[in-house]
């Protein structure tokens, strides 16, 4: 009697998936039925000869002609998936990883052991014919005692839509799980005494490359190393005592191993449709394996167990905390960020006014303050906040408010963060977080000593159009960066506090800091080996215009002018060796780059109430990179790291002195 398979997915795993099916006997497996959307369902059915298509996974957990489902999904939804299918008594064969984390992975194999079905995790490698023969070699200890074990295993994925997506993927989620699993197998199960990680993350949290050194009992080590950004050899060796087994590119795929010199073929079948991923066709061993499994009445392969299962989860678990990835699935979840609001004013306004666009489950503005009640309680009214508060102490102290963001005028963070985070409260402060160095290292002690988060509100960095910009300069997609010109001008002395020196007043503060953090975030928070600075004055000592050269490293060079009598341009420059990127007006707030003469649009949400600054609905990335730095225990933010704030102080107070600009905070 045929195993009948439901597909749940309809994607290139899927279609792969299925493929490798149709190698194996029709006497054997059959393919039943598919869900996905529906119209993705029923071409994916018309394409793979599949008499049922459904338009959810519910139809296809109901379907009485289903022995086992194929979770074909990506790994952020395969805990949803599996549970839906375990539930409904499915069997399940689950596309690796397994899940997202250990707890994740506890809760699917708990949901399977209740439910008494057959659960693996698809690690396909293990049951590819020269995997089995490699487990002969060892069990009969052909090369002797096994002292290490290397894995390799990179590949560009940064290109693939989701892949630079720190909820969707990662190198070590991606391609490492192959490299772990082939350590894990070869030491059969062993947990290793001891692991140790280094990476190397894009702007965006998204481990690009990881490296890991494992040791376990008896001086016996295992290395690898994943990337997503380059392709390396992609192969293995175990070398032993009295020989070695290597294991050609690709490892995670073989079909040739060979041993002391001598080279083993062991070829796939044929496809009958193209694949997406190499040698797909080898997944048809992992399918025969759920079918002796499900005849023999196994609730899971000796092969690959769920004990195995569960300790590659705890492994990537602590590399992932070692190389400070987290995914906001390691969190506790339907917790919504409850947001303070600091000060009544239009910055806080246009800052609550984005909050909105985010989901509600997500973040909560709780509370509100100004230094006049009747100010708190009109914002509160305008923005339907349950508490106003007469004071920022009273704010400090409420039990409910788990981050403050602080809309203050400058001249007062200093006084603002400090009551804030001496309460214990994290923080997302303005721009810029204070005066000068001395004021910004005063902040920033204070918030280690409290160990709270704290974050300056440099809200462009989170902007997709400047994430964009972080991964082309990552793909060093326009060559080696040479120069990069910024300008921000506009008229702002029709504002009361614009002139005024007491204020924080000026064009550095209130606009260049735009163009210095944009050049910063350019050459990755470099410190420039030297500053050029010239300005023009108001007669109050406020600085009305300012032109800076910056010049860095390998001569690399950056410019920018800020002025606050007229309006400039406003766009911004970065030239490479190989092409260059634009951003159109307003630089400071983008929502469109050209790249090589391409332009792309990205769009801000509508407001749900007029603003007082443009596109300040995009104030709703910083608010959700406050919301998952918190999630993930961070204390402050990989994007807007403390370091950086501390850096464009610096740049900030040389540019000053340079030019005669002194505030009072400046002095004892």
């Known amino acids: 009697m045929a195993t009948r398979w439901g597909i749940c997915g309809a994607g290139k795993i899927s279609d792969d998936f299925t493929v490798a099916l149709k190698t194996r006997p029709t006497e054997d497996h059959q393919v039943v039925a598919v869900a996905c959307k529906l119209e993705d369902a029923q ?15 519910e139809e296809l957990a109901r379907d009485p002609d289903v022995d086992v489902v194929y979770v074909g999904v990506i790994h952020p939804y395969h805990l949803k998936a599996c549970k839906l299918f375990i539930n409904a008594k499915k069997n ?45 070699l060892l069990a009969q200890e052909y090369i002797g005692e096994v002292k290490m074990v290397r894995a ?3 590949l560009p994925l940064l290109h693939m839509s989701r892949s630079d997506q720190k909820d969707l993927s990662g190198a070590l ?8 699993q082939f350590i894990s197998m ?10 140790q990680a280094r990476g190397v993350c894009l702007a965006i949290g998204v481990d690009e490359t990881v490296a890991v050194i494992l040791k376990y009992s008896k001086n016996r080590m295992a290395t690898f190393t994943c990337s997503a950004g380059v392709e390396l050899h992609s192969e293995a060796i175990i070398i032993g005592t009295e020989g070695k087994i290597q294991v050609l590119s690709p490892m995670w795929c073989p079909t040739s191993i060979i041993v002391d010199r001598k080279e083993t073929e062991h070829p796939v079948p044929e496809r009958c449709l193209s694949l997406n991923f190499t040698y797909s066709t080898g997944k048809r061993y992992e399918i025969e394996e759920a079918r002796q499994c499900l005849l023999k009445g196994l609730k899971e392969s000796p092969v690959t167990p769920h004990a195995y299962t569960l300790l590659l989860a705890e492994m990537e678990d602590e590399i992932r905390q070692q190389v400070e990835v987290g995914y906001s699935q390691d969190c506790q979840r339907n917790m919504a960020t409850r947001w303070g609001i600091c000060s009544a004013g239009k910055i806080s306004h246009d800052f609550t006014v984005a909050l909105k666009t985010l989901p509600a489950e997500d973040h909560q503005v709780v509370a509100a303050a100004a230094r006049k009640l009747e100010d708190a309680q009109e914002f509160a009214r305008k923005h339907n906040i349950s508490k106003a508060y007469g ?15 602080i809309g203050v005028i400058h001249p007062y963070h200093l006084k603002a963060c400090k009551l804030f985070i ?3 409260k994290n923080v997302l402060c303005e721009k810029p977080l204070a005066m000068n160095t001395k004021e910004v290292k005063e902040i920033l002690d204070s918030a280690k000593k409290n160990d709270v988060f704290l974050m300056e509100g440099v809200w462009t960095r989170f902007f997709p159009a400047s994430v964009q910009i972080g991964k082309l300069l990552a793909q060093e997609y326009i060559g080696e960066v040479k120069m990069v010109r910024a300008d921000f001008g506009v008229p702002l002395f029709h504002m009361p506090r614009s002139d005024q020196k007491d204020l924080g007043g000026g064009a550095l503060l209130d606009l260049g800091i735009y163009c210095l953090q944009f050049i910063s975030m350019v050459y990755k928070g470099e410190k420039p080996e030297s500053i050029q600075a010239s300005r023009v004055c108001l007669e109050t000592g406020v600085d009305e215009t300012l032109a800076v050269i910056l010049k860095y490293s390998k001569n690399r060079m950056a410019m920018f002018t800020c002025f606050a009598g007229v309006q400039l341009h406003n766009d911004a420059i970065i030239v490479g060796t190989k092409g260059k990127i634009q951003v159109p007006s307003p630089m400071w707030c983008p929502t469109s780059l050209i790249v090589n003469k391409k332009e792309t649009q990205y769009p801000v949400p509508e407001p749900y109430l007029p603003l007082n600054f443009a596109n300040s609905t995009g104030k709703r990335y910083e608010a959700e990179e406050v919301r998952q730095c918190l999630l993930k225990g961070l204390k402050e933010s990989p994007v807007m790291p403390h370091a950086d704030s501390l850096l464009l102080a610096e740049m900030e107070d040389e540019i000053r002195r340079q030019v005669g600009g002194v505030y009072s905070q400046d002095c004892q």
């Open 186 to 195: 070869v030491y059969k199960g062993e947990k290793p005494e001891s692991i």
């Open 43 to 57: 071409e994916f059915s018309r394409k793979h000869n599949i008499s049922q298509a459904y338009g959810s996974y």
């Open 391 to 405: 004071s920022y102490e009273e704010l400090a102290r409420d039990p409910d408010v788990d981050v403050v963001f």
């Open 422 to 424: 001496n309460a214990k």
């Open 152 to 154: 390799d295993y990179s």
């Open 92 to 136: 399940v064969l689950c596309e690796k990883s397994l899940a997202m984390n250990t707890k994740e992975v506890k809760e699917i194999l708990d949901s399977a052991k209740k439910n008494n079905v057959f659960l693996m995790e698809a690690v396909w490698t293990r049951f590819f014919q020269a995997s089995v023969e490699i487990r002969n």
């Open 173 to 180: 989620l991606g391609l490492g799980i192959y490299c772990l």
